[in-house]
Every structure is written in C-alpha cells, then in structure tokens.
C-alpha cells in the first residue's frame, strides 16, 4: 500500500513510519522541513503526486500555552490543515486518519471519557483541534484516533518531549520533578498507538472517531511513581496541585478516556503499567548502547 504521512518527523509520526515501513508498505513521509502544513498548495500538490492509497496526519499545533497567544496559526495547523488533507484524500479515494486529544473535553467527568461524550474545550488548542476533527470525520473514509499524555519513540525517531521526558530527566539526574497528583490522563506509548493506527485499518473498521489509548488511567504522580518503580530509582518528586499551578491555558482535570471501542474492533490496547514497563526498558537498553 502507498501511505503519505505527514509529520512524519515528529514523535508519533517517527513511530508510525517505523510501523508500516516494517511491514513493507510503500512509505512517503513529509516532515515538517519538508512541507509546510499551512500552504494549501504545497499540501495539495504534495499529496496528489504522491497519490497514496492511505494519508496519516500526525501533525499538529501541540504547544497548548502558546497557543492561547498564537490562535491563528494554531487554527491553521491543527484544523484548517486536516480540512485540506481530507479534502485531497476524498478525491484521491484515500483513506484518512488524523489525530484527535484529550483537550477537546473540559475535564468535568468522573469517569474515562467515551467517542460519544460532546467535546466542550476549555483552551484554544482544544478548540481548534475539535474542529480537525470535525473535518476530518467529514469525508467518507475519515479516522479520528485521540491521544493523550504521548510518551516513548521510535528507533531513530526524535528525541521524546513533553511531561514523561521531563519527568524521566529529572527521575534520572534526582531533581525530584514537579507532578500533578490530581490530574487523571489515560497515557499513550507512541509504539502502542502506531501499532493500533495499523491494526485498526488492516481490521476494516468503520470510519469514525476511536480513543487510542493505552489500558487504564492514573495520576501524574501515580505515572511517575510507576516509571520509578520500573526504572529502579528512589522516586524523588514534588507533587502539586492543579489550582496551585499558573499555566496560560486551562488544562482538562480527569482527561481519561475509554479505549472500550477500539477493544470491540479488535484490537487490544496494553495497560499503561504494561507500556511503562516497556518504556522502562526501552530507555536503559539506549542508554547502555
């Protein structure tokens, strides 16, 4: 099969690419040197002389306090984008899968988030990418998979970012790191999720919006005691609290999701404690190579 991916040198993307390059798909990868995801004729232009048979996003606007004061250009990558790639993959007759967040519910709940609760964002990031979302479920053969809190990477994929690597960094050198111990995420080992994007399709499930999570939800610090555990270090750090946390844009509270429905297409998502063990094991193996 022909599979454009753009963003395909980011995190997620990396892992995607290393996923349907191991199973000998045919693999154009756009990173974001490569193409600007805000010019629509390069966009175009791109994917239809590519003409692939399957286009994966994997890009996005994903600096949520930036883009509280950025809101343009967080609109255009995040939704205005994913509307021009599903326009182009409904002409080409292509499958299309995008990536949805967290971010899009207001954090409320008292129980994992299903695909049929009504999103209400409370952040700009949050807005703009439900409407991605809604673009890309507009076309016939549109896949939303949300993600959430994403940790891990691909071999020779980039260098991991975002709250597991800092929380790694810190566990590692002592500095006992800042963790929220009442914000409740369903954390997604990129591995896992690619391998999921995969198996979902080859299943033939229908199109639509599915929670691409790993298995149960946990706390930061709850997460964080957990790595330590797996990594056999003194699990120094420095628990707080939301409200006691001044960040630009609001964050979801319980942002867990339920992964039920990916479950009943067939394809089984590991527990969180699973992934952090394997992460674990991940990060010593590069360390002692």
Same mark, same amino acid.
Request: hydrophobic share 40%.
């Given at each position: 099969?022909?599979? /454009? +991916? ?7 993307? /990396? ?12 693999? *154009? ?7 600007? %995801? ?52 409904? *002409? ?14 207001? $954090? ?45 990477? /691909? ?10 690597? %800092? ?48 298995? $149960? ?6 997460? /964080? ?7 056999? +270090? ?32 067939? +394809?089984?998502?590991? %527990? ?18």
């Amino acid at each position: 099969m022909r599979i /454009a +991916v753009v963003g395909g040198g980011g995190q997620l993307g /990396a892992a995607i690419v290393h996923e349907y390059s191991a199973a000998n798909h045919d693999i *154009r990868s756009f990173s974001h040197s490569e193409l600007d %995801t805000t010019d629509d004729a390069a966009v175009i232009a791109a994917l239809e002389a590519t003409r692939p048979e399957l286009i994966i996003n994997a890009s996005a606007f994903n600096d949520v306090d930036a883009a509280e004061d950025r809101c343009v250009d967080a609109l255009q990558v995040n939704a205005f984008a994913v509307r021009t790639m599903a326009r182009v993959a409904e *002409r080409l007759n292509a499958v299309f899968v995008h990536y949805g967040t967290d971010f899009v519910f207001d $954090g409320t709940a008292t129980r994992p988030y299903t695909e049929t609760q009504r999103p209400n964002p409370r952040s700009v990031y949050g807005a703009t990418k439900m409407l991605g979302e809604w673009f890309a479920l507009d076309v016939p053969k549109g896949y939303v998979l949300r993600v959430e809190s994403l940790f891990g990477r /691909a071999p020779n994929g980039p260098k991991s970012k975002g709250s597991v690597a %800092t929380i790694l960094n810190g566990l590692k050198n002592g500095s006992s790191p800042r963790v929220f111990e009442d914000r409740t995420v369903s954390p997604t080992y990129v591995p896992d999720a690619a391998r999921a994007t995969r198996e979902l399709l080859e299943r033939g499930a229908g199109p639509g919006l599915y929670h691409c999570v790993n298995g $149960g939800h946990c706390s930061w610090l709850e997460f /964080a005691v957990e790595l330590a555990r797996q990594l056999g +270090v003194e699990p120094k750090l420095t628990p707080v609290k939301v409200a006691d946390v001044r960040l630009r844009a609001q964050r979801p509270q319980f942002c867990a999701l339920s992964n039920d429905k990916m479950r009943q297409a067939g +394809v089984a998502m590991p %527990t969180w404690q699973d992934a952090v063990a394997r992460y674990a094991r991940a990060v010593g193996a590069a360390a002692s190579s």
